[in-house]
Structures are given as structure tokens and as C-alpha cells.
């Protein structure tokens, strides 16, 4: 069964840059799978920040950038800033109607 | 405003079943597929099931494939998740969100909490 995999944890400097991944235990992320990144605090729902690999949606600042990384997706944040201390979660389009979770980054700005 | 609002949640013994509800206002609803996804209190989010703009589409997570079921009312914008045989595992969070194409699940509701315990 295939799992998406996402990085437990990650830390970063405020106005460093981090990029998050997310892959597959077996192939390879591409365009294909329809790769977007959410991003949630806690005790609140999921907001959206990318989709489609790269397109920002509305409202998200451009410091978030989404992208295919070898064989993953990635989403890097150039310039974090401590509010950006977050819960990540990328999801994938596995077909037949299927999209998959990761299980989520702990981003901490410090 | 665009807007999802979950209701239905609560306190129910294995075995049992839950209609959760989502009301969807501030948008064309039959333009948008509707997902719905869970989470665990401090755990990861879990893809469920999702139904089609037209309500003839239908997909589940395996994990609840054939104890939940999935159907919209486009004349009152919600969407039902029907859920039977509840297993403890089940305990969670429950959000509804849209999807336009292949857009992204945007906006959330704020959720709705199932418990399954005796």
C-alpha cells in the first residue's frame, strides 16, 4: 500500500529558507499526481497554500513556492517568518478518485 | 462569503451509526466536488471519501469503504456522510471542504468531532 511521506519535523531560523517534500514509498511525485500543500495551526482547519504543484491560492504570500524536487514535491519558504511556524500537509491524486495525505510536517521558526 | 458548516457530530457506541451534514453557502455549489476529510485531536488529516459536482460520482478511503456513504442535496447546497458500523478507530474530527476541478480543498469547514466509544 502505497503511503505519501512528509518530513515528522523541521526547523528553520526566521528569514532562513526550508523546504518541505513529499514523496511516495513507491515511485516517484510528478505533475501527474496534482501535488498541493496545506497549511494548519492548532485548533483551526486546514488552509490552503498550493495547488497544482506551484499555484499560489488567493491570499498566500509569495514567499511560499511549490515545485517537483527529484521525485518529490516540495514546497520551500524563502524568508520564513515566525508565524510560519506551522502544521504542514501536502496531498496527492493517487486516480480513480483516491487523493492521499501525508503525514504532515511540524515546521518550527527558531 | 464563501462558507462550509459541519454538523452531526457527537457520542455514539460501536457499531453505531452518524449522518454528518455539510451546509455550503456564499458559492455555485454545483460547480464543486465536496470531499470530506478527518483528523484525529493531534494527529495527521485522512482523506475519507469525496462525491461530484452531480452527486453520481462517489469514492471512499478503504478504510471506511462500504460502512460510509456519501450523497448531496443540490437543491439545499449540503452533503451528507452517512456513517455505519462505527469503529472505535473512527474517532475523529470530520471536515468538509470543496473542490473546484483540480483546484485545491479550499475553503474548510471548522469541523465537527465524532467519538466512538462505549
Known amino acids: 500500500q502505497t503511503v505519501v511521506t512528509q518530513e515528522p519535523s523541521l526547523s528553520v531560523s526566521p528569514g532562513g529558507t526550508v523546504t518541505l517534500t513529499c514523496g511516495l514509498t513507491?515511485?516517484?511525485?510528478?505533475?501527474?499526481?496534482?501535488p498541493s500543500w496545506y497549511q494548519q495551526t492548532p485548533g483551526q482547519p486546514p488552509r490552503a497554500l498550493l495547488y497544482q504543484t506551484s499555484t499560489r491560492s488567493s491570499g498566500v504570500p509569495n514567499r511560499f513556492s511549490g515545485s517537483i524536487l527529484g521525485n518529490k514535491a516540495a514546497l520551500t519558504i524563502t524568508g520564513a517568518q515566525s508565524d510560519d511556524g506551522s502544521d504542514y500537509y501536502c496531498v496527492l491524486y493517487m486516480g480513480s478518485g483516491i487523493s492521499l495525505f501525508g503525514g504532515g510536517t511540524k515546521l518550527t521558526v527558531l | 462569503e464563501v462558507q462550509l458548516v459541519e454538523s452531526g457530530g457527537g457520542l455514539v457506541q460501536p457499531g453505531g451509526s452518524l449522518r454528518l451534514s455539510c451546509a455550503a453557502s456564499g458559492f455555485t455549489f454545483t460547480h464543486y466536488w465536496i470531499h470530506w476529510v478527518r483528523q484525529v485531536p493531534g494527529k495527521g488529516l485522512v482523506w475519507v471519501a469525496r462525491?461530484?459536482?452531480?452527486?453520481?460520482?462517489?469514492n471512499f478511503a478503504d478504510s471506511v469503504k462500504g460502512r460510509f456513504t456519501i450523497s448531496r442535496d443540490n437543491a439545499k447546497n449540503t452533503v451528507d456522510l452517512q456513517m455505519n458500523s462505527l469503529r472505535v478507530e473512527d474517532t475523529a474530527v470530520y471536515y468538509c471542504?470543496?473542490?473546484?476541478?483540480?483546484?485545491?480543498?479550499?475553503?474548510w469547514g471548522q469541523g465537527t468531532l465524532v467519538t466512538v466509544s462505549s
Open positions: 513507491s515511485g516517484s511525485v510528478s505533475t501527474n499526481y496534482y
Open positions: 471542504t470543496r473542490q473546484g476541478g483540480t483546484g485545491p480543498f479550499d475553503p
Open positions: 462525491i461530484s459536482s452531480d452527486g453520481s460520482g462517489k
